[in-house]
């Protein structure tokens, strides 16, 4: 069972910057897509970023332009820099990867916490 864990989350004062890690058990590129998702407490999860396989990227309209989806293949790690984060990017952050076929296979990391506040 393929297993995610995030990681680089924290504490940053506005205007700061962050990268967050999503580490795979195994080989990254067994997935179709990997997506990065947040959830602030209260609101619903939203999707941030994608990286499909030939490695093309798109971004949610709030962070493009300040956030970076990337990834190192030879890690089997997803990354997400952040850049001018501001108070409203407070959340739990979150990796998925999905592997497509007959039928549509998940994986979910535990989450990372992101603080933005002075």
């Known amino acids: 069972q393929m297993q995610l864990r995030e990681s680089g989350g924290g504490l940053v004062q506005p205007g700061g910057s962050l990268r967050l890690s999503c580490a795979a058990s195994?080989?990254?590129?067994?997935?179709?897509?990997v997506d990065w998702y947040r959830q602030a407490p209260g609101s619903y999860r939203e999707l941030l970023a994608t990286?499909?396989?030939?490695?093309?990227?798109t971004y949610a309209n709030s962070v493009k332009g300040r956030f970076t989806i990337s990834r190192d293949d030879a890690e089997n790690t997803v990354y997400l820099q952040m850049n001018e984060l501001n108070p409203d990017d407070t959340a739990v952050y979150y990796c998925?990867?999905?592997?497509?076929?007959?039928?549509?296979?998940?994986?979910w990391g535990q989450g990372t916490q992101v603080t933005v506040s002075s």
């Open positions: 998925r990867a999905v592997i497509l076929g007959g039928e549509t296979v998940e994986f």
């Open positions: 990286i499909i396989a030939d490695g093309e990227t």
């Open positions: 195994g080989s990254i590129l067994t997935f179709n897509a």
